[in-house]
């Protein structure tokens, strides 16, 4: 099946600094790819909609100036999680849809598990 | 407001068993439903889809019905696995930017 790697699967980082997660879609394209996150025992919360060439859609109560989307080829997305705080810490997962509006399916990254201190 | 509800307590049984898992939802007429496997620290895998018009899927081991009048899907894995414990999740869409998902209900198959 296709394949969406993740990368960092983990990082560790400071209160205040910016933490940049990249999600590339290896054997297909894909001009939409979506950002989730995860918290422990908690179902996918949908964050926002990442569109190649076009700002990203970002559901409510995501800040968008605080997470940043950029998707700027067909085969890569970015997340950056700006001035991070611990309550930031969760776990990301990126996917991307396969198939046409009404049938496909989610193709998800490994995910990346991010402790802000 | 949409609802998704999956059994929050882990459901364990005997290798070899039939393990039925259930999502319930309320508020939401999907066009279809799926349902993915996560492991600890992954990401979802897809399994299965069913659409609103089709009542079951099979896929080798696993089997899914949908019933749009109880608002139910049932998951089932036959003859059970270790290897088959992990979280499994429903996601109810009606388009892939509407896919919603449940919280999961954990597997764990002993020997």
């Known amino acids: 099946g296709a394949v969406v790697s993740q990368h960092p699967s983990w990082v560790i980082c400071k209160s205040g600094t910016s933490v940049k997660i990249e999600c590339r879609s290896l054997?297909?394209?894909?001009?939409?790819m979506f950002w989730y996150r995860q918290f422990p025992k908690q179902s996918l919360m949908l964050m926002a909609t990442?569109?190649?060439?076009?700002?990203?859609?970002?559901e409510q109560g995501v800040e968008k100036d605080k997470f940043l989307i950029n998707h700027a080829s067909l085969t890569l997305s970015t997340l950056t999680v700006t001035s991070a705080h611990p309550e930031d810490s969760s776990f990301y997962i990126c996917?991307?849809?396969?198939?046409?509006?009404?049938?496909?399916?989610?193709?998800f990254g490994e995910g990346s598990r991010l402790t802000v201190l | 407001s949409q609802k998704i509800e999956q059994n929050s307590e882990a459901l364990n049984i005997q290798e070899g068993k039939t393990a039925t898992l259930t999502c319930n939802y309320t508020n939401y007429s999907p066009a279809y439903l799926q349902w993915y496997r996560q492991d600890p620290g992954r990401g979802p895998v897809f399994l299965l889809l069913i659409r609103e018009n089709e009542k079951e899927k099979r896929k080798e081991r696993l089997k899914v019905t949908f019933d749009t009048t109880l608002k139910q899907s049932l998951f089932h894995i036959t003859a059970s696995q270790p290897a088959d414990s992990a979280t499994y999740l429903c996601a109810l869409g009606a388009g892939y930017s509407t896919l919603t998902f449940g919280k999961g209900t954990m597997l764990l198959v002993s020997p």
């Open positions: 990442s569109n190649e060439g076009s700002k990203a859609t970002y």
């Open positions: 996917s991307a849809w396969l198939g046409t509006a009404n049938t496909g399916e989610l193709f």
């Open positions: 054997d297909f394209q894909a001009t939409t």
